[in-house]
């Protein structure tokens, strides 16, 4: 019913930027609780940041708040995670994720309904 695709992610520095992009179909992102997600080597999946359909308010992971922003772009059904001062710890599988209603829990994977493929995000340093 609703299609996650990621994109953007590649090879980059230490301290360079990456944008992700998510593009949703089935379904209007803005009927969509939404989220990233990331899972590195010999890691479980661990929660990146979220955005809700409602009020808009994100939340993001310790670990990248201040370095990365959450958006969504409703008139072409895009969710984005800009990612400045990028650090090894960063690299991991990237995905998306949307709840068909609220994501509660919005920091637990089992919170979310679909998922995408992922894309690869590696930082050298």
Same mark, same amino acid.
Do not use: H
């Given at each position: 019913? #609703?299609?996650? #695709?990621?994109?953007?992610?590649?090879? @980059?520095? !230490?301290?360079? /930027?990456?944008?992700? /992009?998510? !593009?949703? =179909?089935?379904? $209007? =992102?803005?009927?969509?609780? *939404?989220?990233?997600?990331?899972? !590195?080597?010999?890691?479980?999946?661990?929660?990146?940041?979220?955005? %809700?359909?409602?009020?808009? /308010?994100?939340?993001?992971?310790?670990? @990248? %708040?201040?370095?990365? $922003?959450?958006?969504?772009?409703? !008139?072409?059904? $895009? *969710? &984005?995670?800009? *990612?400045? =001062?990028?650090?090894?710890?960063? $690299?991991? @599988? &990237? &995905?998306?994720?949307?709840?068909?209603?609220?994501?509660?829990?919005?920091?637990?994977?089992?919170? &979310?309904?679909?998922?995408?493929?992922?894309?690869? #995000?590696? #930082?050298? =340093?």
């Amino acid at each position: 019913q #609703v299609t996650l #695709v990621e994109s953007g992610g590649g090879l @980059v520095q !230490a301290g360079g /930027s990456l944008r992700l /992009s998510c !593009a949703t =179909s089935g379904r $209007t =992102s803005s009927s969509l609780d *939404m989220g990233w997600f990331r899972q !590195a080597p010999g890691k479980e999946r661990e929660f990146v940041a979220t955005i %809700k359909k409602w009020t808009g /308010s994100t939340g993001y992971a310790e670990s @990248v %708040k201040g370095r990365f $922003t959450i958006n969504k772009d409703n !008139a072409n059904n $895009t *969710m &984005y995670l800009q *990612m400045n =001062s990028l650090r090894p710890e960063d $690299t991991g @599988v &990237y &995905y998306c994720a949307a709840c068909i209603a609220f994501c509660i829990g919005g920091d637990r994977p089992n919170a &979310y309904d679909y998922w995408g493929q992922g894309t690869q #995000v590696t #930082v050298s =340093s």
